[in-house]
């Protein structure tokens, strides 16, 4: 029996050991079809291809999916990478499972013109697919879980590439769906490529203090156990370290190291029903100390992915913090698995039963109200959708209404109703009116007072609301109703962009330059551009930059001259290093490294014959290399060198940041360098309007390495939208 077969047998044994009606013949027949289809097809390991959509499916039979869904898994490569056609796939296993293939096949099939156009049509396109069949992204978290498990043997620009990717999107929409499991190792398994010098430290320290940690868990556990046992409360108590991607986080933003977060322990308690629940909880504030403020009942006020626990810190006798969970048998089996532990086909429950369907409703919402958003919002406000804390707030007839963290008035008003919202003229919590911008609290009463008479929401309301729902909302009453106000309004602001970068609106006017442009951004006319920018669906920032990049193109084509290459860096030769910089022909003469585009060792630079003042080190893809070189100036002052011996030399380079304007950036910016040991020479930050900041920061480095290190640090800031090197075309 061959190794591919014994994997698949595996997989079959599994799904019937939850599944006692599963149709074998049809499941084999799937993988004899998958098997067939890929044939000689290897992945990078050497291993058979079928290999990959094997263990993706029984990734999907971990979370306990139906028939259809693990053999659409089993196909879910045919499509995209063999001459299997849908048809071939429906007339076989059914439309269902050919639906669920083709839904998979196209999150990844589209091509586009930018790595952020791509990024936020594939986010649309996940969604579109999640309202129609949640099973289509749970099959696409089983391929991401696989694929990044077998991810040493990609390139590292691959892996820092899908690593990023699973951090920022399949992380997130793992985690909104509740399943915590595949979250936590997508999240770990990527913190492996983005941050190796912290993963290992921090594995290695564990490592090393692990019997520490498991006699402090066994005590615990112990105590825990025998008080229950005593007064005959049936439990399962379970302790574990908590996962070392939320460990990294916690040292990062707390510029901490392992020694010093104590609460790195969990426990979680089980039992049969929700009346034990509570039980335990009064058993666990009385053995020991209940931390205030740190306590969050998920049972009478669920997450919306479905999560149900209590969670309450404490702390023992040894001074140290911990968390305890306590569910029920049921919500941990929901808390594992998120969506797919409530599975609608995997029951007998009609696919018309509208709790079920409500439970998608958010995936719907979350679509909808990001039509009209442009691709760079899109992507930040659907992380902060995906992994934004909670507070809960009341109506005042009781009802409980989940908002993200920070929410105003305006959140909770769009929360009940668009005409709610576009109506309401004051709020009042607990009793009292407050401010549009008033933020609310856990357990806050919330009332909306609305006139008939309301002229609609304010433009201001868009930066004050924290939800993207009422961002679109608020949109979308804007985009309908002021059409005439929000071509004047956007005309103003482009116009005053293009004046602040420099750019001429006549040479804009030129039919080919505008019409290059409103292609790109998808408008028929410069009005819709112009209302765009007034309802707030793009911004007049990202309407200039791609003027900048049609009227660059096009000053090229005017040359003629062809897109100049850059002459390779030489090799290592016997010249004499300076400032780790070698020069070809020249020895001891003075180098200086370039302010505008500020190279680091590991990238591709050449040298330019200053007057007077050496050599001046430039990267090749510096803007000012490429605008010289593009009208012909300077040719013989452009040279070849190259990195010499650059051990014991550090580097200044430097980096902007785009981000929320908020209070503790720098703090937060600061720290996040610190914590990889990076020093930084200057930190400014600038208020730019519409809620943003821009960070300029001069770090030293010793290398393309450290400095990447620095810079995936700091995309994980809260609120920064974007990290980059200044002065070079990308």
Same mark, same amino acid.
């Given at each position: 029996?061959? &190794? ?6 595996a997989?079959?044994?599994?799904? &019937?050991g939850?599944?006692?009606n599963?149709?074998?013949?049809r ?10 289809? /890929?044939g ?18 029984e ?7 139906d ?6 898994c ?14 071939d ?13 083709e ?47 077998t ?16 951090v920022?999107?399949?992380?997130p ?11 936590w ?21 564990i ?13 615990i ?19 574990r ?27 979680r ?8 629940c ?19 009942d998920y049972?009478s ?31 941990? /089996? ?20 509208q ?41 005042p ?27 309401m003229v ?24 609305t006139s008939k ?12 609301a ?17 059409r ?14 293009m ?12 039919e ?5 442009v409103?292609?790109?951004l ?5 009005d819709?551009?112009y ?15 791609r ?6 193109k ?7 001259? &062809? ?24 020895e ?28 001046s ?26 990195w ?28 996040a ?14 208020e ?6 821009l960070a300029?920061i ?28 200044p002065?070079?075309?990308?």
């Amino acid at each position: 029996m061959d &190794k591919v077969f014994e994997q698949y047998l595996a997989l079959e044994e599994k799904v &019937k050991g939850y599944n006692p009606n599963l149709n074998i013949e049809r499941l084999r027949a799937a993988y004899e079809l998958s098997r067939n289809a /890929h044939g000689d097809q290897k992945r990078k390991d050497g291993s058979p291809f079928v290999t990959h959509p094997i263990a993706a499916a029984e990734i999907t039979a971990d979370m306990g999916l139906d028939e259809d869904a693990i053999i659409a898994c089993l196909l879910h490569d045919t499509i995209e990478d063999t001459d299997v056609t849908y048809e071939d796939i429906a007339k076989k296993f059914g439309v269902t499972v050919a639906d669920i293939v083709e839904g998979v096949t196209k999150l990844t099939r589209v091509v586009y013109t930018s790595k952020e156009e791509e990024q936020v049509e594939n986010l649309r396109k996940m969604l579109m697919a999640m309202a129609k069949d949640i099973r289509v992204i749970l099959i696409k978290i089983a391929d991401r879980l696989h694929n990044l498990r077998t991810l040493n043997y990609q390139s590292q620009q691959k892996q820092m590439e899908k690593s990023l990717e699973s951090v920022e999107i399949y992380a997130p929409i793992a985690h909104r769906l509740g399943i915590q499991k595949a979250k936590w190792e997508l999240e770990d398994l990527s913190l492996i490529y983005i941050d190796p010098i912290a993963y290992e430290e921090i594995t290695s320290q564990i490592d090393s203090r692990r019997d520490i940690f498991e006699e402090f868990m066994n005590t615990i556990k112990s105590r825990i156990s025998a008080r229950l046992e005593s007064y005959n409360i049936k439990a399962s108590v379970s302790s574990r370290l908590k996962h070392i991607y939320s460990i990294y986080r916690k040292m990062y933003s707390q510029n901490k190291d392992l020694s010093q977060v104590f609460d790195l322990c969990a426990f979680r308690v089980i039992v049969d029903s929700v009346s034990d629940c509570y039980n335990v909880l009064g058993h666990m504030h009385d053995l020991f100390k209940p931390i205030p403020g740190k306590f969050k009942d998920y049972i009478s006020t669920p997450k919306p992915n479905m999560y149900q626990s209590i969670h309450t810190t404490v702390i023992g006798s040894e001074g140290i913090p911990f968390e305890i969970q306590i569910r029920t048998w049921e919500m941990h /089996h929901t808390a594992e698995y998120g969506v797919a532990a409530h599975w609608k086909y995997k029951s007998e429950i009609s696919g018309n039963n509208q709790s079920e369907e409500e439970k998608y409703a958010w995936i719907r919402s979350l679509l909808e109200s990001q039509q009209d958003t442009d691709a760079h919002d899109f992507v930040k406000e659907f992380k902060i959708d995906m992994f934004a804390d909670e507070v809960f707030v009341f109506t005042p007839k009781g009802d409980v209404i989940i908002l993200p963290a920070n929410a105003t008035p305006i959140d909770f008003a769009y929360k009940i109703h668009s005409a709610v919202g576009n109506s309401m003229v004051g709020a009042k919590v607990n009793g009292k009116l407050v401010p549009f911008d008033h933020i609310l609290k856990n357990g806050d009463i919330v009332e909306i007072i609305t006139s008939k008479s309301s002229k609609g929401p304010g433009r201001d309301w868009i930066n004050i609301a924290k939800s993207s729902e009422a961002r679109g909302k608020i949109k979308q009453w804007f985009k309908k109703e002021k059409r005439e106000e929000n071509i004047a309004h956007g005309k103003s602001a482009f116009e005053a962009e293009m004046k602040r970068n420099h750019l001429s609106i006549s040479e804009f006017g030129k039919e080919e330059i505008m019409q290059a442009v409103l292609k790109k951004l998808s408008f028929g006319s410069l009005d819709e551009m112009y209302a765009a920018i007034g309802f707030g669906g793009i911004t007049a920032v990202r309407a200039v930059s791609r003027v900048r990049e049609e009227l660059i193109k096009a000053r090229k084509q005017d040359r003629q001259e &062809k897109q100049p290459v850059a002459p390779p860096p030489i090799p290592p030769a016997r010249d004499k290093s300076v400032k780790g910089i070698m020069v070809e022909g020249l020895e001891n003469c003075l180098i200086k490294f370039a302010r505008c585009c500020t190279p680091v060792p590991g990238d591709d630079v050449l040298g330019f014959i200053t007057k007077g003042y050496g050599v001046s080190v430039h990267r090749t893809k510096c803007q000012n290399y490429l605008n010289s070189r593009a009208r012909g100036e300077d040719e013989g002052r452009w040279i070849k060198v190259a990195w010499g011996n650059t051990e014991g030399e550090t580097y200044q380079t430097a980096l902007t940041v785009s981000a929320d304007d908020r209070n503790g950036l720098i703090v937060d910016i600061a720290t996040a360098l610190g914590a990889v040991k990076t020093k930084i020479t200057s930190l400014n930050v600038r208020e730019v309007g519409n809620g943003k900041a821009l960070a300029f920061i001069t770090i030293e480095v010793k290398d393309l390495a450290a400095l990447q290190t620095a810079m995936n640090r700091l995309r994980i800031i809260p609120g920064v939208s974007d990290v980059e090197r200044p002065g070079v075309n990308r």
